[in-house]
């Protein structure tokens, strides 16, 4: 690869000469064409008025891009921006921050701004190398922005931040670097807002994380929210002796944990408004989003068709991860929503494996859990074969039971039902499963392996923002139950490495769900009949490597 650091911006790449003079940018010249279908500058413009309409009086709300993340040394992970940032503004580079007024406000000079956005600026140099840029006269125009300005720009817009009674951030980027040769990287926009806002300078972004936690879901999941907290005060003493975090793990009844969030509200810097604001709004996915989603989760779903109908005993898991990723690209998906997760036997019983180095299958159940992301938006589909094409009779029957679990939580798919209705749902049925079966004595210990929850929602992030409330209409969440039994488990060994896990992405309606994934087949008899049919990708083979 050619090299892009300073140096190859200088003209000091291998095998090429430093130019004499830059020559007119390919950048200035019409973009080729691109998908059309992707949200639209109304969409957007939409959803920061909608936003807007909730922010409370003389306040300000703030949302940074995304950082870039370094892979290794001149090489950055390709850039994914923060889905808020993409929600409100379909702006798709970094270095950028956007500015939300309640009532409107003087920026650059400029009077009546209710929303202002400062982004990298146009650069030829770099764009040669790195790509095309909008700019604030581009941002102005393709992205229906009141006010745009260049980065550089930030700290003499004139804001007068003392004025506001609140400034609302969900949580200031804490990994950015400083690029010494870009004065207004996000680094630098970031300490100017720290500077400009009066931020303090012992604040902390895992204390913000958590106070949000605690303050969205602290009375409806006290008990995995205590233990999660439990787990992070054990290796971070310190987070357990600040305020709200020290409050509500020394409560023990829902009334003093609801005196506790009561008695440690928001500052004016507040760290909690923002954000579930914005997961409100985005919990409820609109007619074009659905459209995305819906896209995103049919190409997932044909990838789980056409890697069934492909696998074999001497696949490897690398070759299963390979040939879901292309199915993707060739539907036009542009990324992974999340790293796919191939584990084959003992692999499948780890509920996050992305090793996926495998070499062989055999005739262990494979545990596929993969996800097209399709113009920012994820699905996540989970299926769970026999490389052979036939479940053998203990494959079978833990297979059923998750299927099983996995129907009761469709059935408690509704409006109106709570939020953990699902999980608890499959709950129930995998506990009494595995009782019937032997493998546990106490239907308690169902969580030895089942250890995870039902459900999360779907969207721009693969766990998406929401409330976590009871379930409305236009949601878009998971259903997913699975059972795990590692090797050496206290049952049967005729049970072990038996990892299974069946994921569908289910839209709640008006009256019940719509299961958007149901194009993968399911049931033991529709993916052993269609492991059986050709593939289009049969016979689709390289050469040997020697």
Partial sequence: MVFVGLLGLLGFA????????????????????????????????????LLRAQMPANSVAVVFAAPVRNRANDVDYIYHQNPDFHYLTGYEEPDAVLLLFKEPRTVGGQPGVTEALFTQPRNPAREQWTGRRLGAAGAKSQLALQYAADNKDFAAAGIKWAGFDKILVPNLPADTRDDFANPADLHS?????????????????????????????????????????????????????????????????????????????????????????????????????????RRAIRISAQGQREVLKLLRPDMGEMAVQGLHEYVYRRYGAEFQGYPSIVGGGANGCILHYETNDRQRLDNDLVLMDCGAEYHGYSADVTRTAPPSGTFSPAQRQIYELVLAAQEAGFDACRPG???????????????????????????EEFRNYYPHGASHYLGLDVHDSGSYGPLQAGNVITVEPGIYIPAGSPCDPKWWNIGVRIEDDALITATGYENLSAEAPRTVADIEKLMAEPSALEGFKLPELK
């Fill in 14 to 49: 291998a095998s090429a000469q430093a130019p004499t003079s830059i020559p007119e940018p390919l950048t200035n010249n019409p973009a080729p064409a691109r998908p059309t279908n992707f949200l639209t500058p109304a969409f957007h413009k939409q959803r920061r008025e």
């Fill in 189 to 293: 926009l970031v300490a100017t807002f720290r500077q400009q806002a009066g931020v303090p300078a012992d604040y902390n972004p895992a204390v913000t994380e958590f106070n949000s936690i605690i303050r969205r879901n602290g009375m409806r999941n006290a008990r995995r929210v205590a233990e999660y907290l439990s787990s992070q005060v054990k290796e971070t003493p310190a987070l357990g002796t600040t305020p709200l975090i020290g409050a509500y793990l020394a409560a023990t009844t829902d009334a003093a944990r609801q005196a506790a969030i009561a008695a440690n509200p928001p500052g004016r810097l507040d760290d909690a408004t923002l954000g579930e604001k914005l997961g409100d709004l985005r919990a409820i996915k609109t007619p074009e989003e659905l459209a995305l989603l």
């Fill in 417 to 443: 039902a709570p939020f953990d209705a699902p999980n608890k749902a499959t709950q129930e049925v995998v506990a009494a499963g595995l009782q019937k079966l032997g493998i546990i004595k106490k239907k």
